[in-house]
């Protein structure tokens, strides 16, 4: 009897079924590749200050070199000629680089940039040669935000001087000679020279930038735009700390969050308000995406008047450093900094940063 329970119990056991419980799944952590160090920037070929990019090439404008990098990898080098003063910021693109010899002399470099350490033929340009009453070049009061000349996209070089008012040594008025350089050879083709309003407040040119084939050139309290036969055009009774361009508008921004936009090349204008937080670092276009770099953190910035919006990108492998250029090419973004260049691809570099 008790050997038949016993079967019978065996039986009721091997009959049950049990459900399966499915383990709990881990989340999935989005793994993100973090900014590299390129391996061929070293020793004294680390610190840039401008860059360029086009379909075939990046271009470097550093404290002792230019350096160009191809898309299959290539890498080439030559030595800066003059390069005075070394903490300024100069423009460079695919046909033209130049070079401040000195006080008074540039040159303009316009050949092909192809061998390593291979110097390109230039041509000279001495102010002294437009300018009877000319004291020097206008670096020294140049901010940091800005380049001390600036390069359109017509190849024309837009460069800031002063000249002394005749008999009077102590007050120079602003001026500045706009080149207009032939891209295949060393020829400055013709010369224009632009006068700039000059007052007790108005006394120095202290930034200058291109916009596609115009500039945007700021006293301390008055912004003009520069067309490119150069006629000029009052903007705002400001200084200006940053010019980008955003949904095809063009935004100049002041220290105080002031900002003047305009979507037909000045045309018309209007103003709006923007966080003063904006006009310090650097504003850089990629794509059609408008990235914030303060220091070496990244942000994609969205706004729209009375409102504006932040999103924080990934900087493993980049904190801690200090962003001089920010540059796409050859689906990859590039960073320059004070201790070298990074990169990473385009993909990784809009990932957003995890929150702790």
Same mark, same amino acid.
């Given at each position: 009897m008790k050997f038949a329970l016993l079967i019978f119990c065996l039986m009721v056991i091997f009959s049950c079924t *049990?459900?399966?419980? =499915?383990?709990?799944?881990?989340?999935?952590?989005?793994?993100?590749?973090?900014?590299? %160090?390129?391996?061929?920037?070293?020793?004294?070929?680390?610190?840039?200050?401008?860059?360029? %990019?086009? &379909?075939?090439?990046? @271009? #470097?404008?550093?404290?002792? #070199?230019?350096?160009?990098?191809?898309?299959?990898?290539?890498?080439?080098? #030559?030595?800066?000629?003059?390069? @005075?003063?070394?903490?300024?910021?100069?423009?460079?693109?695919?046909?033209?680089?130049?070079? /401040?010899? &000195?006080?008074?002399?540039?040159?303009?470099?316009?050949?092909?940039?192809?061998?390593?350490?291979? #110097?390109?033929? @230039?041509?000279?340009?001495?102010?002294?040669?437009?300018?009877?009453?000319?004291?020097?070049?206008n670096t020294p009061f140049i901010h940091f935000r800005s380049e001390v000349m600036a390069l359109n996209n017509m190849n024309q070089l837009l460069v800031p001087f002063f000249e002394r008012i005749t008999g009077n040594q102590m007050s120079p008025i602003n001026k500045m000679l706009l080149l207009n350089i032939d891209k295949s050879q060393p020829n400055i083709n013709s010369t224009i020279v632009i006068n700039i309003p000059t007052s007790v407040e108005d006394q120095f040119i202290e930034f200058v930038q291109e916009v596609k084939d115009y500039f945007i050139v700021a006293t301390g309290v008055t912004t003009y735009k520069v067309s490119s036969n150069g006629d000029t055009l009052k903007i705002s009774d400001h200084g200006t700390a940053k010019v980008f361009t955003y949904n095809n508008n063009v935004y100049i921004l002041d220290f105080y969050g002031n900002a003047v936009v305009s979507n037909n090349d000045w045309l018309s204008w209007h103003e709006e308000k923007i966080a003063e937080q904006f006009a310090y670092g650097l504003m850089q276009s990629i794509g059609d995406s408008l990235i914030?770099?303060?220091? &070496?953190?990244?942000?994609?910035?969205?706004?729209?008047?009375?409102?504006?919006?932040?999103?924080?990108?990934?900087?493993?492998?980049?904190?801690?450093?200090?962003?001089?250029?920010?540059?796409?090419?050859?689906?990859? /973004? *590039? &960073?320059?900094? *004070?201790?070298?260049?990074?990169?990473?691809?385009?993909?990784?570099?809009?990932?957003?940063? =995890?929150?702790?």
């Amino acid at each position: 009897m008790k050997f038949a329970l016993l079967i019978f119990c065996l039986m009721v056991i091997f009959s049950c079924t *049990y459900d399966t419980v =499915a383990p709990i799944p881990k989340p999935t952590v989005e793994k993100t590749t973090p900014w590299v %160090a390129h391996p061929k920037f070293n020793y004294d070929q680390k610190l840039f200050f401008s860059s360029y %990019a086009d &379909s075939n090439n990046l @271009y #470097y404008y550093g404290l002792k #070199y230019t350096t160009v990098l191809n898309t299959s990898g290539k890498f080439r080098v #030559y030595e800066n000629i003059g390069s @005075y003063p070394y903490d300024k910021r100069l423009p460079i693109n695919q046909y033209i680089q130049p070079f /401040i010899y &000195s006080d008074s002399l540039i040159l303009v470099y316009t050949s092909p940039k192809t061998d390593v350490y291979y #110097y390109p033929e @230039y041509s000279p340009v001495q102010l002294l040669n437009y300018s009877k009453n000319f004291i020097s070049l206008n670096t020294p009061f140049i901010h940091f935000r800005s380049e001390v000349m600036a390069l359109n996209n017509m190849n024309q070089l837009l460069v800031p001087f002063f000249e002394r008012i005749t008999g009077n040594q102590m007050s120079p008025i602003n001026k500045m000679l706009l080149l207009n350089i032939d891209k295949s050879q060393p020829n400055i083709n013709s010369t224009i020279v632009i006068n700039i309003p000059t007052s007790v407040e108005d006394q120095f040119i202290e930034f200058v930038q291109e916009v596609k084939d115009y500039f945007i050139v700021a006293t301390g309290v008055t912004t003009y735009k520069v067309s490119s036969n150069g006629d000029t055009l009052k903007i705002s009774d400001h200084g200006t700390a940053k010019v980008f361009t955003y949904n095809n508008n063009v935004y100049i921004l002041d220290f105080y969050g002031n900002a003047v936009v305009s979507n037909n090349d000045w045309l018309s204008w209007h103003e709006e308000k923007i966080a003063e937080q904006f006009a310090y670092g650097l504003m850089q276009s990629i794509g059609d995406s408008l990235i914030f770099i303060n220091n &070496s953190n990244f942000y994609t910035l969205n706004f729209r008047p009375g409102y504006w919006f932040l999103r924080e990108l990934e900087n493993d492998g980049i904190d801690k450093e200090i962003v001089t250029t920010l540059t796409d090419f050859n689906d990859s /973004i *590039y &960073s320059t900094t *004070y201790s070298g260049v990074y990169y990473k691809s385009k993909k990784d570099f809009f990932k957003s940063k =995890a929150k702790k």
